[in-house]
Nanobody, 125 residues
Framework: QVKLVESGGGSVQTGGSLRLSCEASGNSASSGCMAWFRQAPGTEREGVAAILSDDNTRYADSVKGRFTISKDHAKNTLYLQMNSLKPEDTAMYYC???????????????????WGQGTQVTVSS
C-alpha cells in the first residue's frame, strides 16, 4: 500500500515557475518508479515526466527543457520543477508510483498502481 500526497500547485502567469511535490508513504519498495501525469478538462490524462528505479528519467516532448523531475530518496518525495510555464500546461497534475516500470512505458498511466489526488496548476496568459 502506498499513499501519495501532492502539493505545490497554484496559479502563475506565462513564463512563471512552480515546483510540485509528492510525498510517498507506506511500502517504499512499491514506489520505486514514480511519475507525474496531468489532465486538462475534456482531455485524456498524459504522462509528463517519470523517474525510474535507477534514477533515469523520461519526459514528454512538450515539457523537455522546461520541466525537471527529481526524487529525494531519503524523504521518499518526488518533485517536478516547472519553468517557462505556458497556458497549455494548465491541468490537474497527478503523482503516480509503482514498484517497477519499464523505461519505454514510463509515461503510460496504466503502468502505475498508486495515484495521488492531484494538485491544480493554472497558467494565465
Amino acid at each position: 500500500q502506498v499513499k501519495l500526497v501532492e502539493s505545490g500547485g497554484g496559479s502563475v502567469q506565462t513564463g512563471g515557475s512552480l515546483r510540485l511535490s509528492c510525498e510517498a508513504s507506506g511500502n517504499s519498495a512499491s514506489s520505486g518508479c514514480m511519475a507525474w501525469f496531468r489532465q486538462a478538462p475534456g482531455t485524456e490524462r498524459e504522462g509528463v515526466a517519470a523517474i525510474l528505479s535507477d534514477d533515469n528519467t523520461r519526459y514528454a516532448d512538450s515539457v523537455k527543457g522546461r520541466f525537471t523531475i527529481s526524487k529525494d530518496h531519503a524523504k521518499n518525495t518526488l518533485y517536478l520543477q516547472m519553468n517557462s510555464l505556458k497556458p497549455e500546461d494548465t491541468a490537474m497534475y497527478y503523482c503516480a508510483a509503482d514498484h517497477l516500470v519499464a523505461g519505454a512505458l514510463a509515461l503510460f498511466d496504466e503502468e502505475y498502481s498508486w495515484w495521488g489526488q492531484g494538485t491544480q496548476v493554472t497558467v494565465s496568459s
